[in-house]
Antibody, heavy 126, light 108 residues
Framework: QVQLVESGGGLVKPGGSLRLSCAASGFTFSDYYMSWIRQAPGKGLEWVSY????????YYADSVKGRFTISRDNAKNSLYLQMNSLRAEDTAVYYCARDQRQYYYDSRVISWFDPWGQGTLVTVSS | SYVLTQPPSVSVAPGKTARITCGGN??????VHWYQQKPGQAPVLVIYDDSDRPSGIPERFSGSNSGNTATLTISRVEAGDEADYYCQVWDSSSDHPVFGGGTKLTVL
């Protein structure tokens, strides 16, 4: 079945770096956009970044732009998030999610997330 | 950036109907998606494209969208429906997805 499994979370000091991975299975990974979405403790969902199926199109939330880098390896069915210059406010559970993207002739975009991985916790603290 | 507004909490008795709203400027012109998140678990898609249900989601879950409000309706509410619910749309002005703040559904 379709499955996403994140790894790489942990405790890191402010200013440090961490690389998250997401292993995909059960679907043709190279056909789909993928996203990272995070959730701070007790808070709501915040989209972080997305990458197109080929990796040629990438967007970031303003809160992480210039510090985080999303990438993918379609040969390995894997998605990555390199996180540098980490701050306390980056503390969150990070989810990878398959992006069900549709583009219409009038430039309208429809995009939803299904499925989601189980998440990996990143804690930024001294 | 586009803002989605959800009530922080909604309470409903078992067997009754719960309605969770998601407000946004002319949201009726957008496609709205809904996620259910139970404590300690990842979100699960329950409604996409305003009113479509993924396979495996009970028919008790339905969605509508018009004007400035989208609504997730859960009929014949069960104790197992107690969860946080999030709405989400695509913000064409910023070219990225946006989530509402979430609504905690309590089954009395």
């Amino acid at each position: 079945q379709v499955q996403l499994v994140e790894s790489g979370g942990g405790l890191v000091k402010p200013g440090g770096s961490l690389r998250l991975s997401c292993a995909a299975s059960g679907f043709t990974f190279s056909d789909y956009y993928m996203s990272w979405i995070r959730q701070a403790p007790g808070k709501g969902l915040e989209w972080v970044s997305y990458i197109s199926s080929s990796g040629s199109t990438i967007y970031y939330a303003d809160s992480v732009k210039g510090r985080f880098t999303i990438s993918r390896d379609n040969a390995k069915n894997s998605l990555y998030l390199q996180m540098n210059s980490l701050r306390a406010e980056d503390t969150a559970v990070y989810y990878c999610a398959r992006d069900q993207r549709q583009y219409y002739y009038d430039s309208r975009v429809i995009s939803w997330f299904d499925p989601w991985g189980q998440g990996t916790l990143v804690t930024v603290s001294s | 950036s586009y803002v989605l507004t959800q009530p922080p909490s909604v309470s409903v008795a078992p067997g009754k109907t719960a309605r969770i709203t998601c407000g946004g400027n002319n949201i009726g012109s957008k496609s709205v998606h809904w996620y259910q998140q139970k404590p300690g678990q990842a979100p699960v898609l329950v409604i996409y494209d305003d009113s479509d249900r993924p396979s495996g989601i009970p028919e008790r879950f339905s969605g509508s969208n018009s004007g400035n409000t989208a609504t997730l309706t859960i009929s014949r509410v069960e104790a197992g429906d107690e969860a946080d619910y999030y709405c989400q749309v695509w913000d064409s002005s910023s070219d990225h997805p946006v989530f509402g703040g979430g609504t905690k559904l309590t089954v009395l």
